[in-house]
């Protein structure tokens, strides 16, 4: 199992960006996925987002809730994170990672994870 997240990078606030988490060693009705993050000097925040492996059931917590939209493309092992109306505080790393239950449900499996920074 590998997961490996993608397409961060700096964006004013306002702005958008799409994260993508290529999925390797497993197919993505077997695992339920979320994204974590990880600001600088702060705890590591839970899953805020998550789709579920069989239903596509989706998850977003109150901090993304209206901003941010998962979604999965089987064919290519893929799993995106829409970003839009990006804030200062989602400054983080973001992480990608198959989760050891149901939506929502603490991180399992994660691998390196992509800086996104939100700045004027």
């Known amino acids: 199992v590998q997961l490996q997240a993608s397409g961060g990078g700096l964006v004013q606030p306002g702005g958008s960006l799409r994260l993508s988490c290529a999925a390797s060693?497993?197919?993505?009705?077997?695992?339920?996925i979320g994204w974590f993050r990880q600001a600088p000097g702060k705890e590591r925040e839970g899953i805020f987002s998550?789709?579920?492996?069989?239903?596509?059931?989706?998850y977003y917590g109150d901090s993304v809730k209206g901003r941010f939209t998962i979604s999965r493309d089987f064919a290519k092992k893929l799993v995106y994170l829409q970003m839009d109306n990006l804030k200062p505080e989602d400054t983080a790393v973001y992480h990608c990672?198959?989760?050891?239950?149901?939506?929502?449900?603490?991180?399992?499996?994660w691998g390196r994870g992509t800086q996104v920074t939100v700045s004027s």
């Open positions: 990672a198959t989760l050891v239950s149901v939506c929502p449900s603490q991180p399992g499996n």
């Open positions: 060693g497993f197919s993505l009705d077997y695992y339920a």
């Open positions: 998550c789709i579920s492996a069989s239903d596509g059931f989706t």
